[in-house]
Protein backbone atom coordinates (compact mmCIF):
# COMPACT_ATOMS: atom_id res chain seq x y z
CA UNK A 1 0.00 0.00 0.00
CA UNK A 2 1.37 3.31 -0.91
CA UNK A 3 0.91 6.82 0.93
CA UNK A 4 0.92 10.27 0.05
CA UNK A 5 4.37 10.83 2.28
CA UNK A 6 6.96 8.16 2.50
CA UNK A 7 10.18 8.54 3.58
CA UNK A 8 12.33 11.69 4.68
CA UNK A 9 9.98 14.84 4.32
CA UNK A 10 10.33 18.29 6.18
CA UNK A 11 7.23 18.78 8.17
CA UNK A 12 4.07 20.07 7.26
CA UNK A 13 3.19 23.50 8.30
CA UNK A 14 -0.02 23.12 10.11
CA UNK A 15 -1.87 25.98 8.27
CA UNK A 16 -0.88 25.15 4.16
CA UNK A 17 -0.04 21.21 5.36
CA UNK A 18 2.67 21.61 3.03
CA UNK A 19 6.02 21.18 3.85
CA UNK A 20 8.16 24.29 3.53
CA UNK A 21 12.39 24.20 3.55
CA UNK A 22 12.59 27.66 3.50
CA UNK A 23 10.73 28.04 7.13
CA UNK A 24 13.16 24.43 8.13
CA UNK A 25 16.31 25.84 6.80
CA UNK A 26 15.80 29.37 8.67
CA UNK A 27 15.66 27.19 12.00
CA UNK A 28 18.19 25.33 11.28
CA UNK A 29 20.30 28.18 10.55
CA UNK A 30 19.48 30.17 13.35
CA UNK A 31 20.02 27.42 15.89
CA UNK A 32 23.57 26.60 14.20
CA UNK A 33 24.35 30.53 15.34
CA UNK A 34 22.32 30.30 18.49
CA UNK A 35 25.15 30.23 20.91
CA UNK A 36 27.77 32.02 19.08
CA UNK A 37 26.12 34.79 17.73
CA UNK A 38 22.47 35.33 19.17
CA UNK A 39 21.88 38.48 17.72
CA UNK A 40 22.49 36.92 14.38
CA UNK A 41 20.19 34.04 14.80
CA UNK A 42 17.33 36.33 15.94
CA UNK A 43 17.77 37.89 12.86
CA UNK A 44 17.76 35.12 10.47
CA UNK A 45 14.06 34.09 12.15
CA UNK A 46 13.01 37.93 11.18
CA UNK A 47 14.37 37.42 7.54
CA UNK A 48 11.26 38.10 5.01
CA UNK A 49 13.31 37.68 1.86
CA UNK A 50 15.59 34.23 2.45
CA UNK A 51 15.38 33.68 -1.13
CA UNK A 52 17.18 36.85 -1.87
CA UNK A 53 19.04 37.92 2.03
CA UNK A 54 20.80 34.25 2.55
CA UNK A 55 23.64 34.80 1.83
CA UNK A 56 24.85 37.52 4.40
CA UNK A 57 23.66 34.82 6.91
CA UNK A 58 25.77 32.14 5.55
CA UNK A 59 28.38 34.38 5.85
CA UNK A 60 27.75 35.12 9.26
CA UNK A 61 28.29 31.46 9.87
CA UNK A 62 31.72 31.69 9.02
CA UNK A 63 32.62 34.91 10.55
CA UNK A 64 31.71 33.46 13.88
CA UNK A 65 32.99 30.00 13.46
CA UNK A 66 36.49 32.00 12.54
CA UNK A 67 36.48 34.21 15.54
CA UNK A 68 37.25 31.41 18.18
CA UNK A 69 38.22 27.70 16.59
CA UNK A 70 36.28 26.42 19.28
CA UNK A 71 33.12 27.69 17.46
CA UNK A 72 33.70 25.93 14.33
CA UNK A 73 32.21 22.54 16.34
CA UNK A 74 29.91 24.33 18.31
CA UNK A 75 28.10 25.77 15.35
CA UNK A 76 28.53 22.12 13.35
CA UNK A 77 26.68 20.36 16.55
CA UNK A 78 23.79 22.76 16.89
CA UNK A 79 23.34 23.40 13.13
CA UNK A 80 23.41 18.94 12.98
CA UNK A 81 21.29 18.32 15.62
CA UNK A 82 19.13 21.04 14.89
CA UNK A 83 19.07 19.22 11.08
CA UNK A 84 18.72 15.60 12.29
CA UNK A 85 15.25 17.21 14.84
CA UNK A 86 13.40 19.31 12.03
CA UNK A 87 13.37 16.42 9.34
CA UNK A 88 10.22 13.76 9.63
CA UNK A 89 10.69 10.00 8.02
CA UNK A 90 7.41 8.20 7.04
CA UNK A 91 6.71 4.57 6.71
CA UNK A 92 3.52 2.60 6.27
CA UNK A 93 1.11 6.08 7.04
CA UNK A 94 3.65 6.45 10.45
CA UNK A 95 5.87 9.46 11.09
CA UNK A 96 9.31 8.92 13.07
CA UNK A 97 11.72 11.29 13.73
CA UNK A 98 15.14 10.59 11.72
CA UNK A 99 17.35 9.73 15.17
CA UNK A 100 14.54 6.62 15.79
CA UNK A 101 14.43 6.13 11.46
CA UNK A 102 17.95 4.27 11.49
CA UNK A 103 16.35 1.92 14.32
CA UNK A 104 13.33 0.70 12.16
CA UNK A 105 13.15 -2.94 11.36
CA UNK A 106 14.77 -3.04 7.96
CA UNK A 107 13.91 -5.16 5.07
CA UNK A 108 16.97 -7.28 3.96
CA UNK A 109 19.01 -6.13 1.21
CA UNK A 110 21.17 -8.81 -0.63
CA UNK A 111 24.47 -8.00 -2.03
CA UNK A 112 25.15 -8.95 -6.05
CA UNK A 113 28.93 -8.93 -6.86
CA UNK A 114 29.94 -8.33 -10.77
CA UNK A 115 33.67 -8.10 -11.24
CA UNK A 116 35.20 -5.91 -13.63
CA UNK A 117 36.72 -7.83 -16.86
CA UNK A 118 40.07 -6.06 -17.66
CA UNK A 119 43.69 -7.44 -15.93
CA UNK A 120 44.92 -4.11 -16.44
CA UNK A 121 47.13 -2.61 -13.72
CA UNK A 122 45.73 0.75 -12.36
CA UNK A 123 46.57 4.49 -14.25
CA UNK A 124 45.80 7.46 -13.49
CA UNK A 125 46.04 10.60 -16.03
CA UNK A 126 44.04 13.83 -16.12
CA UNK A 127 41.89 14.45 -19.71
CA UNK A 128 41.86 17.52 -20.49
CA UNK A 129 41.04 19.76 -23.85
CA UNK A 130 41.69 16.49 -25.81
CA UNK A 131 44.57 15.21 -24.07
CA UNK A 132 45.04 12.65 -21.65
CA UNK A 133 47.70 14.36 -19.04
CA UNK A 134 50.51 11.99 -17.59
CA UNK A 135 53.83 12.52 -15.47
CA UNK A 136 55.71 15.58 -16.63
CA UNK A 137 52.80 17.13 -18.96
CA UNK A 138 50.67 16.63 -16.28
CA UNK A 139 53.06 18.25 -13.45
CA UNK A 140 53.24 21.44 -16.12
CA UNK A 141 49.68 22.07 -15.93
CA UNK A 142 49.19 21.70 -12.49
CA UNK A 143 51.77 24.66 -12.57
CA UNK A 144 49.53 26.64 -15.12
CA UNK A 145 46.62 26.34 -12.89
CA UNK A 146 48.65 27.29 -9.70
CA UNK A 147 50.21 30.05 -10.98
CA UNK A 148 46.99 30.95 -12.93
CA UNK A 149 45.27 30.96 -9.40
CA UNK A 150 43.00 28.56 -10.90
CA UNK A 151 43.97 25.98 -8.06
CA UNK A 152 45.68 26.33 -4.37
CA UNK A 153 49.15 25.30 -3.79
CA UNK A 154 47.90 22.65 -1.43
CA UNK A 155 45.88 20.94 -4.61
CA UNK A 156 49.04 21.07 -6.68
CA UNK A 157 51.07 19.73 -4.03
CA UNK A 158 48.64 16.60 -3.18
CA UNK A 159 48.59 15.95 -7.49
CA UNK A 160 52.11 16.17 -7.66
CA UNK A 161 52.14 13.26 -5.19
CA UNK A 162 49.76 11.02 -6.65
CA UNK A 163 52.09 11.48 -9.35
CA UNK A 164 55.00 10.18 -7.92
CA UNK A 165 52.99 7.17 -5.95
CA UNK A 166 51.64 5.67 -8.73
CA UNK A 167 51.43 1.98 -5.96
CA UNK A 168 48.59 4.43 -4.29
CA UNK A 169 46.22 3.47 -7.02
CA UNK A 170 45.42 -0.05 -6.55
CA UNK A 171 42.73 -0.53 -4.20
CA UNK A 172 42.12 -3.77 -3.74
CA UNK A 173 42.79 -3.43 -0.33
CA UNK A 174 39.86 -0.68 -0.04
CA UNK A 175 35.87 -0.79 0.17
CA UNK A 176 34.25 2.29 -1.42
CA UNK A 177 30.59 3.10 -0.53
CA UNK A 178 29.38 5.56 -3.31
CA UNK A 179 25.86 7.34 -2.54
CA UNK A 180 24.69 8.63 -6.08
CA UNK A 181 27.48 6.18 -7.82
CA UNK A 182 25.71 6.90 -11.45
CA UNK A 183 26.79 10.67 -10.61
CA UNK A 184 28.25 12.89 -13.26
CA UNK A 185 30.55 14.00 -10.68
CA UNK A 186 31.57 11.11 -8.69
CA UNK A 187 34.47 8.93 -9.33
CA UNK A 188 32.86 5.83 -10.19
CA UNK A 189 34.99 5.63 -13.55
CA UNK A 190 38.29 5.80 -12.26
CA UNK A 191 37.68 3.54 -9.07
CA UNK A 192 36.70 0.92 -11.52
CA UNK A 193 39.92 0.95 -12.94
CA UNK A 194 41.87 1.24 -9.86
CA UNK A 195 40.88 -2.55 -8.86
CA UNK A 196 38.04 -1.03 -5.90
CA UNK A 197 35.84 -2.71 -3.81
CA UNK A 198 32.80 -0.47 -5.24
CA UNK A 199 29.49 -0.89 -3.08
CA UNK A 200 27.17 1.03 -5.18
CA UNK A 201 24.04 2.78 -4.12
CA UNK A 202 21.70 4.49 -6.42
CA UNK A 203 17.84 4.65 -7.44
CA UNK A 204 16.44 1.66 -8.54
CA UNK A 205 16.32 2.36 -12.50
CA UNK A 206 17.26 -0.29 -14.78
CA UNK A 207 19.16 2.58 -16.93
CA UNK A 208 21.33 4.12 -14.21
CA UNK A 209 21.90 0.50 -13.30
CA UNK A 210 23.12 -0.77 -16.73
CA UNK A 211 25.41 2.30 -17.10
CA UNK A 212 27.00 1.62 -13.63
CA UNK A 213 27.60 -2.02 -14.76
CA UNK A 214 28.77 -1.30 -17.99
CA UNK A 215 32.19 0.99 -16.68
CA UNK A 216 32.36 -1.97 -13.89
CA UNK A 217 32.59 -4.56 -16.71
CA UNK A 218 35.18 -2.41 -18.62
CA UNK A 219 37.53 -1.84 -15.99
CA UNK A 220 39.24 -4.25 -12.69
CA UNK A 221 37.15 -3.32 -9.38
CA UNK A 222 34.30 -5.01 -7.82
CA UNK A 223 31.03 -4.13 -7.47
CA UNK A 224 28.59 -4.68 -4.80
CA UNK A 225 25.11 -3.79 -5.58
CA UNK A 226 22.39 -3.94 -3.04
CA UNK A 227 18.84 -6.24 -4.50
CA UNK A 228 15.93 -6.77 -2.74
CA UNK A 229 15.66 -10.32 -3.73
CA UNK A 230 18.25 -12.63 -4.26
CA UNK A 231 19.19 -12.77 -7.49
CA UNK A 232 22.29 -13.89 -10.03
CA UNK A 233 24.07 -11.42 -10.99
CA UNK A 234 23.98 -13.17 -14.93
CA UNK A 235 20.22 -13.26 -14.89
CA UNK A 236 19.14 -11.52 -18.00
CA UNK A 237 16.57 -8.76 -16.04
CA UNK A 238 19.22 -8.18 -13.35
CA UNK A 239 19.23 -4.22 -13.18
CA UNK A 240 15.64 -4.21 -13.02
CA UNK A 241 16.03 -5.30 -9.36
CA UNK A 242 19.09 -3.08 -8.15
CA UNK A 243 19.20 -0.01 -6.40
CA UNK A 244 17.95 1.21 -3.49
CA UNK A 245 16.47 4.64 -2.53
CA UNK A 246 18.63 6.84 0.35
CA UNK A 247 15.29 8.80 0.55
CA UNK A 248 13.16 5.95 1.79
CA UNK A 249 15.50 2.64 2.74
CA UNK A 250 17.47 5.01 5.65
CA UNK A 251 16.94 2.05 7.76
CA UNK A 252 17.79 -1.21 5.19
CA UNK A 253 20.97 1.25 3.83
CA UNK A 254 22.34 1.34 7.54
CA UNK A 255 21.88 -2.29 8.08
CA UNK A 256 23.12 -3.30 4.85
CA UNK A 257 26.42 -1.69 4.98
CA UNK A 258 26.78 -1.94 8.65
CA UNK A 259 26.56 -5.91 7.71
CA UNK A 260 29.75 -5.33 5.55
CA UNK A 261 32.56 -7.30 7.11
CA UNK A 262 35.11 -4.69 5.64
CA UNK A 263 36.02 -0.90 6.82
CA UNK A 264 34.20 1.25 4.49
CA UNK A 265 35.05 4.21 3.00
CA UNK A 266 31.94 6.59 2.70
CA UNK A 267 31.70 9.00 -0.63
CA UNK A 268 28.64 11.48 -0.49
CA UNK A 269 28.09 12.25 -3.68
CA UNK A 270 24.25 12.12 -4.31
CA UNK A 271 22.92 15.12 -6.04
CA UNK A 272 19.15 16.02 -6.28
CA UNK A 273 17.73 19.54 -7.17
CA UNK A 274 16.18 21.96 -5.07
CA UNK A 275 14.33 21.16 -1.59
CA UNK A 276 15.69 17.44 -2.30
CA UNK A 277 18.95 18.05 -2.11
CA UNK A 278 18.79 18.62 1.42
CA UNK A 279 16.64 15.82 2.22
CA UNK A 280 19.04 13.47 0.49
CA UNK A 281 22.04 15.13 1.94
CA UNK A 282 20.47 14.67 5.31
CA UNK A 283 19.80 11.17 4.54
CA UNK A 284 23.51 10.71 3.75
CA UNK A 285 24.52 11.80 6.70
CA UNK A 286 21.97 9.95 9.24
CA UNK A 287 23.15 6.92 7.22
CA UNK A 288 26.65 7.67 7.76
CA UNK A 289 26.90 8.74 10.81
CA UNK A 290 24.81 5.58 11.63
CA UNK A 291 27.29 2.96 10.39
CA UNK A 292 30.44 5.25 11.82
CA UNK A 293 29.24 4.41 14.98
CA UNK A 294 28.64 0.41 14.03
CA UNK A 295 31.80 0.94 12.04
CA UNK A 296 34.52 2.48 14.46
CA UNK A 297 37.49 2.26 11.12
CA UNK A 298 34.87 3.96 9.10
CA UNK A 299 36.29 7.26 6.68
CA UNK A 300 33.96 9.74 4.90
CA UNK A 301 34.65 11.35 1.90
CA UNK A 302 32.73 14.99 0.55
CA UNK A 303 33.46 17.33 -2.30
CA UNK A 304 32.45 21.05 -1.79
CA UNK A 305 31.25 23.50 -4.66
CA UNK A 306 33.07 26.46 -5.04
CA UNK A 307 29.96 28.29 -5.09
CA UNK A 308 29.86 28.40 -1.93
CA UNK A 309 31.29 30.75 1.57
CA UNK A 310 34.44 29.76 2.75
CA UNK A 311 37.56 30.96 5.80
CA UNK A 312 40.51 31.31 3.38
CA UNK A 313 44.03 31.96 4.39
CA UNK A 314 45.51 35.34 4.09
CA UNK A 315 47.35 34.36 0.77
CA UNK A 316 44.27 34.40 -0.66
CA UNK A 317 42.75 37.89 0.08
CA UNK A 318 46.33 39.34 -0.90
CA UNK A 319 45.78 37.70 -4.18
CA UNK A 320 42.41 39.02 -4.94
CA UNK A 321 43.24 41.92 -3.66
CA UNK A 322 46.30 42.81 -5.94
CA UNK A 323 44.02 41.79 -8.50
CA UNK A 324 40.94 44.43 -8.24
CA UNK A 325 43.90 47.23 -7.43
CA UNK A 326 45.40 45.97 -10.54
CA UNK A 327 43.33 45.99 -12.75
CA UNK A 328 44.05 49.29 -16.00
CA UNK A 329 42.35 52.16 -15.85
CA UNK A 330 39.78 51.16 -18.75
CA UNK A 331 38.77 48.34 -16.27
CA UNK A 332 38.35 50.75 -13.67
CA UNK A 333 35.95 53.14 -15.29
CA UNK A 334 33.80 50.51 -16.46
CA UNK A 335 33.11 48.28 -14.05
CA UNK A 336 32.78 51.46 -11.39
CA UNK A 337 30.36 52.87 -13.96
CA UNK A 338 28.34 49.78 -14.40
CA UNK A 339 28.45 49.24 -10.58
CA UNK A 340 26.67 52.83 -9.94
CA UNK A 341 24.28 52.04 -12.92
CA UNK A 342 23.10 49.14 -11.00
CA UNK A 343 23.41 49.98 -7.68
CA UNK A 344 26.69 47.88 -6.64
CA UNK A 345 24.73 44.69 -8.36
CA UNK A 346 27.48 44.78 -10.81
CA UNK A 347 31.28 44.04 -10.14
CA UNK A 348 31.18 44.54 -6.33
CA UNK A 349 34.89 44.06 -4.84
CA UNK A 350 35.07 40.90 -2.78
CA UNK A 351 35.33 41.26 1.12
CA UNK A 352 39.16 41.95 1.57
CA UNK A 353 38.90 41.78 5.68
CA UNK A 354 41.00 39.20 7.81
CA UNK A 355 39.84 37.69 10.88
CA UNK A 356 41.90 37.02 13.73
CA UNK A 357 40.95 34.21 15.96
CA UNK A 358 42.23 33.47 19.38
CA UNK A 359 44.69 30.96 17.67
CA UNK A 360 47.48 33.57 16.65
CA UNK A 361 46.20 33.04 12.92
CA UNK A 362 43.91 35.41 10.45
CA UNK A 363 41.99 34.17 8.25
CA UNK A 364 40.08 36.01 5.53
CA UNK A 365 36.48 34.98 3.94
CA UNK A 366 35.87 33.94 -0.10
CA UNK A 367 32.11 34.56 -0.68
CA UNK A 368 30.94 32.95 -4.26
CA UNK A 369 27.65 32.40 -3.38
CA UNK A 370 25.95 32.14 -6.38
CA UNK A 371 22.05 33.32 -5.32
CA UNK A 372 19.98 31.47 -8.51
CA UNK A 373 21.62 28.06 -6.61
CA UNK A 374 19.47 28.79 -3.40
CA UNK A 375 19.10 28.55 -0.16
CA UNK A 376 18.72 24.91 -0.29
CA UNK A 377 21.52 24.13 -2.14
CA UNK A 378 23.49 26.06 0.52
CA UNK A 379 22.52 24.60 3.00
CA UNK A 380 22.82 21.08 1.79
CA UNK A 381 25.91 21.86 1.01
CA UNK A 382 26.74 23.37 4.76
CA UNK A 383 25.61 20.22 6.48
CA UNK A 384 27.70 18.35 4.64
CA UNK A 385 31.41 20.84 5.77
CA UNK A 386 29.41 20.32 9.26
CA UNK A 387 29.60 16.83 9.66
CA UNK A 388 33.12 16.15 7.75
CA UNK A 389 34.06 19.17 10.72
CA UNK A 390 32.42 17.45 13.55
CA UNK A 391 33.56 14.01 12.71
CA UNK A 392 37.25 14.63 12.21
CA UNK A 393 37.16 16.35 15.61
CA UNK A 394 36.07 13.34 16.85
CA UNK A 395 39.03 11.36 15.67
CA UNK A 396 37.47 10.29 12.05
CA UNK A 397 39.43 10.34 8.74
CA UNK A 398 37.38 13.13 6.91
CA UNK A 399 38.11 13.86 2.78
CA UNK A 400 36.48 17.20 2.18
CA UNK A 401 37.78 18.98 -1.27
CA UNK A 402 36.27 21.81 -3.02
CA UNK A 403 35.65 20.57 -6.31
CA UNK A 404 35.50 23.40 -9.33
CA UNK A 405 32.74 24.22 -10.84
CA UNK A 406 31.99 21.94 -13.54
CA UNK A 407 29.73 21.82 -16.72
CA UNK A 408 28.02 18.81 -15.65
CA UNK A 409 24.24 18.67 -17.03
CA UNK A 410 22.61 19.17 -13.62
CA UNK A 411 24.66 22.31 -13.85
CA UNK A 412 24.56 23.53 -17.65
CA UNK A 413 20.81 23.02 -17.76
CA UNK A 414 20.46 26.29 -15.98
CA UNK A 415 20.72 29.04 -18.89
CA UNK A 416 22.00 31.50 -16.76
CA UNK A 417 24.63 29.10 -14.77
CA UNK A 418 25.82 27.66 -18.41
CA UNK A 419 26.18 31.32 -20.11
CA UNK A 420 28.38 32.58 -16.75
CA UNK A 421 30.64 29.19 -16.82
CA UNK A 422 31.29 29.92 -20.80
CA UNK A 423 32.54 33.86 -20.10
CA UNK A 424 34.04 32.38 -16.93
CA UNK A 425 37.64 33.36 -18.60
CA UNK A 426 36.77 37.11 -18.48
CA UNK A 427 37.22 37.11 -14.74
CA UNK A 428 40.26 34.56 -14.63
CA UNK A 429 37.98 32.07 -13.36
CA UNK A 430 37.86 28.39 -15.36
CA UNK A 431 35.00 25.94 -15.67
CA UNK A 432 36.40 22.25 -15.84
CA UNK A 433 34.54 19.73 -18.33
CA UNK A 434 33.35 16.63 -16.25
CA UNK A 435 35.89 14.78 -17.15
CA UNK A 436 38.48 16.33 -15.96
CA UNK A 437 36.98 17.21 -12.46
CA UNK A 438 36.63 13.43 -11.43
CA UNK A 439 39.89 12.03 -12.96
CA UNK A 440 41.50 15.32 -10.39
CA UNK A 441 38.67 15.02 -7.64
CA UNK A 442 39.00 11.05 -7.52
CA UNK A 443 42.59 11.30 -7.49
CA UNK A 444 42.33 13.61 -4.27
CA UNK A 445 40.30 11.49 -2.54
CA UNK A 446 42.65 8.42 -2.71
CA UNK A 447 45.66 10.99 -1.64
CA UNK A 448 43.61 11.64 1.63
CA UNK A 449 43.45 8.44 2.19
CA UNK A 450 47.15 7.10 1.48
CA UNK A 451 49.39 10.11 2.96
CA UNK A 452 49.23 10.64 6.41
CA UNK A 453 49.97 13.80 6.34
CA UNK A 454 47.02 14.49 4.83
CA UNK A 455 44.53 16.97 6.52
CA UNK A 456 42.23 14.01 6.15
CA UNK A 457 43.74 12.18 8.92
CA UNK A 458 42.89 12.84 12.35
CA UNK A 459 46.60 12.63 13.39
CA UNK A 460 47.84 15.78 11.14
CA UNK A 461 47.26 18.83 13.55
CA UNK A 462 45.32 21.47 12.00
CA UNK A 463 45.40 25.56 13.46
CA UNK A 464 41.79 25.72 13.21
CA UNK A 465 38.87 23.01 11.99
CA UNK A 466 38.38 25.38 9.05
CA UNK A 467 41.57 24.11 7.49
CA UNK A 468 40.31 20.99 6.38
CA UNK A 469 37.95 22.47 3.80
CA UNK A 470 41.03 25.77 3.22
CA UNK A 471 43.56 22.49 2.03
CA UNK A 472 43.40 20.83 -1.26
CA UNK A 473 41.09 23.31 -2.70
CA UNK A 474 40.29 23.75 -6.80
CA UNK A 475 38.01 26.79 -7.09
CA UNK A 476 38.44 27.82 -10.29
CA UNK A 477 39.85 30.42 -9.75
CA UNK A 478 36.65 31.94 -7.74
CA UNK A 479 38.73 32.11 -4.42
CA UNK A 480 41.06 34.68 -5.87
CA UNK A 481 39.19 36.72 -8.46
CA UNK A 482 38.62 40.56 -8.22
CA UNK A 483 34.72 40.93 -7.94
CA UNK A 484 32.39 39.50 -5.56
CA UNK A 485 31.15 36.04 -7.32
CA UNK A 486 27.69 36.85 -7.77
CA UNK A 487 28.01 40.90 -8.66
CA UNK A 488 30.07 39.06 -11.77
CA UNK A 489 27.62 36.63 -12.57
CA UNK A 490 25.83 38.77 -15.00
CA UNK A 491 28.44 40.05 -16.98
CA UNK A 492 29.85 36.65 -17.41
CA UNK A 493 26.76 35.24 -18.58
CA UNK A 494 26.21 38.39 -21.46
CA UNK A 495 30.02 37.53 -22.28
CA UNK A 496 29.05 33.80 -22.30
CA UNK A 497 26.12 34.49 -24.81
CA UNK A 498 27.90 36.43 -26.49
CA UNK A 499 30.89 33.97 -27.23
CA UNK A 500 28.00 31.42 -28.26
CA UNK A 501 26.23 34.06 -30.52
CA UNK A 502 28.57 36.83 -31.98
CA UNK A 503 30.63 36.12 -34.92
CA UNK A 504 34.59 36.11 -33.38
CA UNK A 505 36.07 39.70 -34.92
CA UNK A 506 33.28 40.87 -32.90
CA UNK A 507 34.28 39.23 -30.23
CA UNK A 508 38.05 40.61 -29.98
CA UNK A 509 36.41 43.92 -29.90
CA UNK A 510 35.07 43.08 -26.50
CA UNK A 511 36.20 45.14 -23.45
CA UNK A 512 38.07 42.89 -21.02
CA UNK A 513 36.93 43.32 -17.57
CA UNK A 514 38.76 42.25 -14.20
Known sequence: MSHALDGLQFPLDPKSQKPSSSKVGKEIIAEALSLVDNKTSMAVLAEKNWRKHYPHYFKALVKAAITQPEHAITIAQQGLQKASNSLDFYRHGERYSLKDAVKLNAQVLHSVEIRGQSTQAPTWSVPYQGQNLQGDALLAQLQVWQDQGIIEPSHADAMRLCVTHPEWFDLSDRTMVLFGAGSEAGPLTWLAQWKANIVALDLPQPKVWQRIIQTIQAGNATL???????????????????????????????????????????????????????????????????????????????????????????????????????????????????????????????????????????????????????????????????????????????????????????????????????????????????????????????????????????????????????????????????????????????????????????????????
Not at 261 to 278: F, S, T, W
Not at 313 to 338: G, H, T, Y
Not at 454 to 470: D, F, I, K, R, Y
Open 224 to 514: YAPSHREISADAADVTDHLGANLLTEIPEIVQWLSDNPNDLDLAAIAYLDGEKHVRVAMAMDSIMHAVSQAKAKTSLMFMCTPTDVYAVPPEVIRASKDKFNERSKLQQKLSKAMSVLTRQYLFKANDHQLIPPNNGQAYGISDCLVIEQGPNYALAKRLQQWRATLARSQGQVVSINIAPSTTTQSVVKNPLLKAAFDGASLFDVEAFAPETTNALMAALWIHDLRNPQSVAQPTTPLQHPLELMMSGANHGGLWRAAYLARTALPFAAVYGMALNKLPKPWLKKLPKIK
